[in-house]
């Protein structure tokens, strides 16, 4: 398979995942389909780690491995663009590695801390951080709300750094070995 080819298909996979990530981290603002007062909220929400993380960061590589992949070899471009093509892809994917990174990292946090609840006496706290035999009453199902969607996130955010360590690779063969090998193979003969 050509390296333009794969990262078609990489870049084609990122995108859908990306936009989950972002519905997901929206979602968790509204627990329950409720509207809380900031304060209300679980902190870990606010690190943006779905909007940003796996979100914005995961698109950027997404379109650049489109381009890289159109018309199955970076873009048809061989010799010096077809490399620029490659390395640009790499250094993006590395970006959208990280931001699937950090969307694992708060995911995991965020399922090991924890809803923000009120445990019953109007306080809002987080039960599970504090070691409290406290059950959270509202808002209702706030608990598995967030190991739903964090669960969904962590996973997300999985998928994602793998894919694009997978685009790092293929990128960097691209730019080494060169993107168009068919075509040198016909001109070879």
């Given at each position: 398979?050509?390296?333009?080819?794969?990262s078609?298909?990489?870049g084609?996979?990122?995108?859908?995942?990306?936009?989950?990530?972002?519905?997901?981290?929206?979602?968790?603002y509204?627990?329950n389909?409720?509207?809380l007062?900031?304060s209300?909220i679980?902190?870990?929400?606010w690190?943006f780690h779905g909007?940003?993380g796996?979100?914005?960061?995961?698109i950027?590589?997404?379109?650049?491995m489109l381009?890289?992949?159109?018309?199955?070899c970076?873009?048809n471009r061989?010799?010096?663009?077809?490399?620029?093509?490659m390395?640009?892809?790499?250094?993006?994917?590395?970006?959208?590695f990280?931001?699937?990174?950090?969307?694992?990292?708060?995911?995991?946090?965020?399922?090991?801390?924890?809803?923000?609840?009120?445990?019953?006496?109007g306080?809002?706290?987080?039960?599970?951080?504090n070691?409290?035999?406290?059950?959270?009453?509202?808002?209702?199902?706030?608990?598995?709300?967030?190991i739903?969607?964090?669960?969904?996130?962590?996973?997300?955010g999985?998928?994602?750094?793998?894919l694009?360590?997978?685009?790092?690779?293929?990128?960097?063969t691209?730019?080494?070995?060169?993107?168009?090998?068919r075509?040198r193979?016909?001109?070879m003969?």
């Amino acid at each position: 398979m050509c390296t333009g080819k794969c990262s078609k298909c990489i870049g084609i996979t990122l995108f859908p995942l990306a936009v989950c990530a972002i519905v997901s981290n929206i979602l968790l603002y509204f627990p329950n389909g409720q509207v809380l007062q900031l304060s209300e909220i679980t902190d870990l929400v606010w690190f943006f780690h779905g909007i940003l993380g796996a979100g914005i960061l995961v698109i950027f590589p997404a379109f650049m491995m489109l381009g890289a992949g159109g018309a199955g070899c970076c873009a048809n471009r061989c010799g010096v663009s077809g490399h620029l093509c490659m390395l640009l892809s790499v250094i993006l994917s590395v970006l959208g590695f990280a931001g699937g990174a950090y969307c694992v990292v708060i995911s995991s946090l965020g399922l090991i801390g924890g809803p923000l609840c009120d445990t019953g006496n109007g306080e809002y706290l987080y039960p599970f951080r504090n070691d409290t035999l406290n059950i959270c009453k509202q808002p209702e199902n706030i608990i598995l709300w967030n190991i739903v969607l964090f669960s969904i996130l962590l996973a997300i955010g999985v998928v994602e750094a793998i894919l694009c360590f997978i685009q790092v690779i293929n990128g960097l063969t691209g730019f080494i070995c060169g993107t168009c090998m068919r075509r040198r193979k016909v001109g070879m003969q």
